[in-house]
């Protein structure tokens, strides 16, 4: 008797242990948990079911796209005029950022403030979609994963991925920064653009600023993504809001982007210069000669024009931009997992 009394409590507690271990494993306990060689699946908050990594990709090429499109068709008369005054030799204020924007609308009407918006949408859906889910595999290959992370490996996976998609896409950017500083009669079609520029100026023209894009994009998206989701293990972990809300997503967004675009600014400045430089009678050939010519003709201040308009702009893009990935991404995940 007492053998079989013995026996009921040591039975019970592995019974026990067994259904903790099959509830962990299947995602029922809140949290992230990815298998030791894994980062095969992710189970997300709630959700019975793992998400494997091919899922976990085109859930986030899906929301990156979306994303991108939403943020820079908001922007888009902002950044229209903000290339203006990067490329040209006028002073910039915001008394001359909105007059260029009554001039453009009174000569061309409303829509001209959205000129170039195709091409920009051409670029940033493939763009926007590849730079988070190369994000979200750069950091699964460089073990990026909470607030225990070394810094560097966060700020080089959103580097990374910065590269990857603007690597991919730059021929798109080219094309859309021509068509922001041209009338309608230059280049009225996305395809009349790479038509002209390959008959006129050859192959080599589509990456003309590469050198230098490259270089501003590594302190930008390292910069952005690093903030970001630096803000987002920050809030999480004194569970100031229980997950993250959107108004806490668009703020860390917003602080990312003040951040990305201060830090890259000046790389920008050289790049549209030389994008633009056959459109503008201005050629400029390698990065070292263009912010040579631009520091000896305009000053130093000239790597800064504009830039007050990104504070505006660039956060607000931004923000859009990491609260619509997000919530479209984990509500994606969501409905795979249920």
Known sequence: MSGQISAGPVEGSKAVLERIQVSVMTGNVKGNVTPEKG???????????????VQRVYTSLLAGAIAGALAKTVIAPLDRTKINFQISKMTYSQKAAIDFLIQSYKKDGLMSLWRGNSATMARIVPYSAIQFASHEQWKRILHVNGPDTKPINRLVAGSLAGVTSQSLTYPLDMARARMA??????????????????RNEGLLAFYRGFFATILGVIPYAGCSFFTYD??????????ITPGLSTATSLFCGAAAGAVGQTASYPLDIIRRRMQTSAVRGAYY?????????????????AFYKGLS??????????????????????????????
């Open 285 to 301: 050939h390698t990065s070292i000669s263009t912010a040579v010519k631009i520091y000896r003709e305009e000053g130093i201040m």
């Open 181 to 198: 500083v041209t009338q309608k009669a230059e280049y009225s079609t996305l395809r009349q653009v790479f038509v002209q520029i390959y």
């Open 309 to 338: 308009m990104n504070w505006v702009k660039g956060p607000v893009a931004v923000g859009i931009s990491f609260a619509t990935h997000d919530t479209i991404r984990d509500n994606l995940r969501i409905y795979l997992s249920g």
């Open 39 to 53: 980062n095969e699946i992710e189970t997300t908050e709630n959700h019975s079911k793992p998400i494997s990594n």
């Open 230 to 239: 630096t803000l987002k293990n920050f809030f999480k972990d004194r569970e």
